[in-house]
């Protein structure tokens, strides 16, 4: 028996991961370089851990906020689009089929075979066919703003609790160090695990990730030891 080909695309993936992933990111970076800022102006322990926690519950719903919002702007505009293109076919059909005619014409076909293929799309699915190549809007990469907002909320949530769960196992005097240290580990691993699963070279997207939040971490740490100091 003839094994059907099937082909493994990564382009589905590009909403929730990256949701995930700036999620995640946000999470280590925004967390760690508030704990640190707090930890260089010489706070408690205590301080430095509810500087942290609220740091983790702030951040995660603000990222659901911002990505819910944020996506369904686009799906807004998705369904105003649809709702035009619906209005279009019904009021103007010849002018439709025409406009899908030429779309395939300008793809490579000849008018003849261009003609029929969009005759027998408007006939079997004629939104469809004008979103899809038309728009550029297909099923598959609709807006989903609950999906955007639970992948970000969550993925960060899991992001800031790991300077926590640092600050918690470092020892009194080498607490800044051990976050720091922690925290770069983590955006280096989610880095290139992004880097992976995006099919993208893993060291580049380490580095990426690394320079911005080492740079985001050291700025906070440096104000924060300069206002301790001042205060």
């Not at 996506?71 to 998705?78: G, I, M």
């Not at 709702?83 to 019904?90: F, K, M, P």
């Not at 955006?187 to 992004?194: H, I, M, P, S």
């Amino acid at each position: 028996m003839r094994r059907m080909h099937r082909e493994s695309h990564r382009s589905g993936r590009a909403a929730w991961l990256r949701a995930a992933i700036l999620g995640a990111d946000d999470g280590i970076v925004s967390t760690s370089a508030l704990m640190l800022g707090v930890a260089a102006s010489d706070a408690s322990r205590g301080a430095i851990l509810i500087a942290g926690l609220a740091g983790l519950v702030a951040g995660a719903l603000s990222m659901a906020a911002g990505e819910y919002v944020s996506v369904s702007s686009q799906r807004d505009a998705e369904r105003a689009d649809i709702s035009v293109q619906l209005q279009e076919i019904a009021e103007h059909p010849r002018g439709e089929l025409e406009e899908l005619t030429s779309i395939y014409m300008r793809r490579g076909l000849d008018r003849d075979l261009a003609s029929q293929v969009a005759t027998r799309l408007m006939e079997k699915d004629p939104v469809g066919s004008h979103l899809r190549d038309e728009l550029g809007i297909t099923k598959r990469s609709r807006a989903r703003p609950l999906q955007a907002a639970v992948a970000s909320a969550a993925s960060f949530a899991v992001g800031a609790a790991l300077p926590l769960a640092a600050l918690v196992l470092a020892p009194e005097r080498a607490r800044i160090a051990v976050i720091a240290v922690a925290a770069l580990a983590l955006l280096g691993a989610l880095g290139a695990v992004g880097g992976y699963v995006g099919g993208a070279s893993m060291l580049r997207a380490a580095v990426r990730v690394l320079v911005g939040g080492g740079l985001a971490m050291g700025v906070t740490a440096l104000i924060g030891r300069l206002v301790g100091a001042a205060v």
